[in-house]
């Protein structure tokens, strides 16, 4: 069974430094990966996604996220964080077949500080 | 462009009553979900849809029930609600192509006592 595992719960970064927040995720093929973004008290809004091709996929308001199949990693990078940013991020992987379902990782709260 | 609606957007329930959440897509997609958010767990599901009058269970099924008797909707039905149950529930679709971006609805926060 596919599975995403995203090891840090919480993060903190001062306004203007660089963002990682790390992904490994398990399943058998070429996965679909996505990185999601919840506001408080919102739903959850695509940010990138990778399906084949560029290893380094670039997304909306300046993320980015690099496939490293030898890791079975998706690590969402940032250069410079703005405060807007603060949110709780999801990394999920979806399976091609099967009503191409979406499994999720436990999500990674964001704070910045100014 | 209304997207993905849930209705209603909070509700307070007792244990052993029934509701149904509501879902509803305008962009004629063919597959829907529902998945349930529970404070550091990340998103599980619950049912999913491939199409009208079809439904298979997810992750976690038990104590709901699900039916798709038109594209656009897609209603979860708590029977018994139970206060394991108190959650946040999104609703999802996304069309056809196994690639497609998933959209989410805005979420229903229902709390049983």
């Known amino acids: 069974a596919q599975s995403v595992t995203q090891p840090d719960i919480h993060i903190t970064v001062s306004e203007g430094a660089s963002l990682e927040l790390r992904c490994n995720y398990s399943?058998?093929?070429?996965?679909?990966l996505f990185w999601y973004v919840q506001s408080p008290g919102q739903g959850l809004q695509l940010l990138l996604k990778y399906f084949s091709g560029d290893t380094l996929v670039q997304g909306i308001k300046g993320f980015e996220a690099e496939f490293k199949r030898s890791q079975s990693s998706f690590n969402l990078r940032k250069p410079s964080v703005h405060w807007s940013d603060a949110a709780e991020y999801f990394c999920a992987v979806g399976d091609a077949g099967g009503g191409n379902k979406l499994t999720f990782g436990t999500g990674t709260q964001l704070k910045v500080e100014l | 462009n209304a997207g993905v609606t849930q209705t209603p957007k909070f509700r307070i329930l007792k244990i052993g009553q029934s509701m149904t959440l509501q879902c509803a897509q305008d962009?004629?997609?063919?597959?829907m979900y529902w998945y349930r958010q529970d404070p550091g767990m990340g998103l599980k599901l619950i049912y999913y849809?491939?199409?009208?009058?079809?439904?298979d269970k997810g992750e976690v099924p038990n104590g709901y029930n699900v039916s798709r008797s038109t594209t656009e909707d897609f209603p979860l039905r708590l029977e018994l609600a139970a206060p394991s149950q108190t959650s946040v529930y999104f609703c999802?679709?996304?069309?056809?192509?196994?690639?497609?971006?998933?959209?989410f609805g805005e979420g229903s926060w229902l709390t049983v006592v």
């Open positions: 849809s491939v199409g009208a009058g079809i439904t």
């Open positions: 962009m004629n997609h063919n597959y």
């Open positions: 999802a679709s996304r069309a056809g192509d196994s690639g497609n971006t998933i959209y």
């Open positions: 399943y058998g093929a070429t996965p679909y």
